[in-house]
């Protein structure tokens, strides 16, 4: 009987391991979405920046100004749609600099380029870690034992970010 009630001991010890695992990797990944929200904010935080630094030197470009005014109103739904929004605005505003020479040399200019490039890479990593972060839920949910525990733990299998298939072509400008 002693060795029964070992055996039950170990095994409600290794379901309470289990299921604090998936716990803790579903939080991991919302942290993780948050990790990725705060980059994005980062980014649209720099773009009214530009934004004014490119206004000085090309006023009567109004329409992409028009852009990233309505884009500012928006309020984001659709997280990767978003993205593909702002990534939109933010190439023809870099395209819109190449017609003005006097602007790519601009001290604030370039800073603010520099900024975007690394808030890109800020939001490249945090995405790498929430797709890492995902896997590692996905996969203590859809395995053995996880499966069995997560009936108790009752966890959702998380998506991945993913682009947008419009995201992963080339981006085409028209001016």
Avoid: C
């Amino acid at each position: 009987m002693e060795i029964i009630g070992v055996i039950l001991l170990m095994i409600g010890a290794w379901m309470i391991y289990i299921f604090n695992a998936i716990v803790s990797s579903s939080n991991q990944v919302l942290e993780a979405s948050s990790g990725v929200d705060v980059a994005l904010s980062k980014r649209y935080n720099l773009i009214p920046n530009l934004v004014e630094t490119v206004k000085g030197y090309a006023s009567h470009e109004r329409a992409i100004f028009e852009d990233v005014a309505a884009l500012r109103t928006i309020p984001v739904t659709n997280r990767a749609a978003y993205d593909q929004d702002v990534v939109a605005v933010q190439s023809q505003l870099l395209a819109l600099a190449e017609s003005y020479p006097e602007l790519k040399a601009d001290q604030q200019f370039l800073n603010l380029q520099r900024g975007l490039t690394d808030a890109e890479e800020h939001i490249q990593a945090a995405r790498r870690l929430y797709n890492h972060k995902v896997e590692a839920l996905n996969s203590t949910i859809d395995t053995f034992p996880g499966n069995l525990v997560n009936l108790l733990a009752k966890r959702e299998r998380a998506a991945f970010f993913e682009a947008e298939s419009q995201s992963r072509n080339n981006p085409h400008i028209n001016w």
